[in-house]
């Protein structure tokens, strides 16, 4: 039965069969009505469950995982409907990440170059500065034989050395059979780009020292020891009792080494006065004394090797002792 009120009279009718309503049941004779299905928004969220971090994480689970709705945003929000001009702009990097990417990426250019270059500059002093200066040492070794052979009938008085010594120029041959240097001139001078760099042994001038003809005094020469030929990139190896020869136009003259100074400061120039500074001389005398720098690789200090004239030795009789092969 269904009722109409209609001008506050109840009118009974037939019970209509509501078409739409799946829980009808016709023996019934009415409606069973099923308990209303909760909405998703009835659903408590994460959000809203009281207990704690565990309730929430509890609930979550329940409801499904974090939906995409509940996921933040991966980048720049853009409004719906926007067009594809406004998505590439909201895509593209800001201009203040622009700057740092482009400033990044400079200075990983400058830092890549400056090592190329670095590599390079010691590739030059290591390698091509002994190429090119070896050669050099070379050439001028053949120019003191060659000066020495175009005058076989002169005679050249070793006590004047104004006739065949000028400035900048070799005079004179050295050997030192410990480290197998052979033949390696000997010039007048310690200038860094005419001597030193040429590959050329210099003889001090500044301040003075002796010759090896002179009667008394110190005969003290400088080499490079890494780079630029390094003559006596080895003398560090020498040890009392080995020779050093130095052949002039007329005579061999043979030291032998007596001891060595492994550091002192470049300021310390009396370690090649007529007697020694901190060598081991007490008395003048006919005396060699090498130096170069020191450590390996660097100029911080000086490395400075002393010995005696222990032999002269005219050349037409022949090379001494020191030079003949061993037996």
């Known amino acids: 039965m269904w009722f109409r009120e209609e001008a506050g009279t109840a009118i009974a009718g037939p019970t209509p069969v509501p078409a739409l309503d799946p829980a009808y049941d016709p023996s019934l004779g009415a409606t069973s009505v099923l308990p209303p299905v909760p909405s998703a928004a009835a659903v408590p969220s994460a959000a809203t469950v009281s207990g704690g971090r ?5 609930a979550q689970r329940k409801k499904g995982g974090r939906g995409a709705a509940d996921r933040p945003p991966a980048g720049p929000a853009v409004a719906e409907g926007a067009g594809r001009a406004a998505r590439r702009r909201a895509a593209k ?11 990044a990426r400079l200075v990983g250019e400058l830092a890549m170059t ?12 290591t390698w091509w500065t002994n190429i090119v200066a070896a050669e050099k040492a070379r050439e ?7 000066s020495w052979n175009n005058t076989p ?8 050395p104004g006739q065949y010594v000028a400035p900048n120029k070799g005079f004179a041959l050295m050997y030192i ?10 010039a007048e001078g310690t200038d860094r780009a005419k001597v030193l760099n040429n590959g050329l042994v210099g003889h001090y001038t500044d301040p003075q020292t002796a010759m090896p003809w002179d009667a008394q005094g110190n005969f003290a020469v400088a080499a490079h020891r890494n780079g630029h030929g390094e003559p006596f990139r080895y003398i560090n190896k020498l040890k009392p009792g080995d020779k050093i020869v130095v052949e002039t136009a007329t005579t061999y003259f043979t030291y032998t080494v007596d001891a060595d100074l492994p550091e002192t400061s470049p ?17 003048a005398g006919r005396y060699i004394t090498l130096t170069t720098c020191t450590p390996d690789g660097a100029s911080t200090y ?16 022949g090379k001494p002792d020191a030079l003949l092969p061993a037996k």
Request: charged fraction near 25%; hydrophobic fraction near 35%; avoid cysteine.
């Open 54 to 58: 565990a309730a929430r994480r509890k």
């Open 153 to 160: 009938g002169q005679v050249v008085d070793p006590r004047n």
């Open 302 to 317: 000086r490395l400075i090797v002393w010995g005696h004239l222990e032999e002269e030795r005219p050349r037409s009789q």
């Open 177 to 186: 059979p410990r480290i197998g240097m052979e033949k390696q001139a000997v």
């Open 140 to 146: 001028e070794a053949q120019d003191i034989q060659q």
């Open 114 to 125: 400056v090592g190329v270059l670095l590599v390079l500059y010691v590739v030059y002093l």
């Open 93 to 103: 990097p800001s201009v203040g990440s622009r700057v740092l990417t482009a400033g």
């Open 267 to 283: 300021q310390h120039i009396e370690v090649i006065d007529p007697i020694p500074d901190k060598g081991p001389y007490k008395k």
